[in-house]
T-cell receptor
Framework: EAQVTQNPRYLITVTGKKLTVTCSQN?????MSWYRQDPGLGLRQIYY???????DKGDVPEGYKVSRKEKRNFPLILESPSPNQTSLYFC???????????FGPGTRLLVL | DQQVKQNSPSLSVQEGRISILNCDYT??????FLWYKKYPAEGPTFLIS?????DKNEDGRFTVFLNKSAKHLSLHIVPSQPGDSAVYFC?????????FGTGTSLTVIP
């Protein structure tokens, strides 16, 4: 089954404790992206990747890092999480940047 | 600064009637416009898209209209069904970056 998976689905952590949210897709897609969804703000793009070893900043990249060492994986790293990063995070992938994206189920993060 | 705006946070429609969801944008460089549908506890799923060179695209009960001079697009759902109840996001694409609106929660009343 074609899908985008994210882990964990729910995470509670404390300020400053590094964490990684994993994202994996099995569709051999070149384009992958991370979004955060906040009330009243919709989905905002954090980082995107056009292909392996190619990443770029989206609209709200501050406080986040990503890497794209393999085509299928695109982890989101929060080196020093802060409470304002409490949000619902979605990973997405697409065959190329101009085509429709497939979204993962979301990761709900709470930073205390 | 929000480049894609959905000014109606919610909309209620009777089953069988037309649902019209609206979206405005500010960036004239957008190449593609898309609508996504989102159910609670799930990721958004793609619904329909339109290229900036077109003014209409139809797929079954769903039609998207694009008015470039007004920087406005709309999604029409005819006839509306209870299963259409969800949050709808419009999105715009510059070729590598995506911008989403804040979403409109549609409720279709049986």
């Amino acid at each position: 089954e074609a899908q985008v998976t994210q882990n964990p689905r729910y995470l509670i952590t404390v300020t400053g404790k590094k964490l990684t949210v994993t994202c994996s897709q099995n569709m051999n897609h070149e384009y992958m992206s991370w979004y955060r969804q906040d009330p009243g703000l919709g989905l905002r793009q954090i980082y995107y990747s056009m292909n392996v070893e190619v990443t770029d900043k989206g609209d709200v990249p501050e406080g986040y890092k990503v890497s794209r060492k393999e085509k299928r994986n695109f982890p989101l790293i929060l080196e020093s999480p802060s409470p304002n990063q409490t949000s619902l995070y979605f990973c997405a992938s697409a065959r190329s940047q101009a085509l429709t994206q497939y979204f993962g189920p979301g990761t709900r993060l709470l930073v205390l | 600064d929000q480049q894609v705006k959905q000014n109606s946070p919610s909309l209620s429609v009777q089953e069988g009637r037309i649902s019209i969801l609206n979206c405005d944008y500010t960036n004239s460089m957008f190449d593609y416009f898309l609508w996504y549908k989102k159910y609670p506890a799930e990721g958004p799923t793609f619904l329909i898209s339109i290229s900036s060179i077109k003014d209409k695209n139809e797929d079954g009960r769903f039609t998207v209209f694009l008015n470039k001079s007004a920087k406005h697009l709309s999604l029409h759902i005819v006839p509306s069904q209870p299963g259409d109840s969800a949050v709808y996001f419009c999105a715009a694409d510059t070729g590598n970056q995506f911008y989403f609106g804040t979403g409109t929660s549609l409720t279709v009343i049986p």
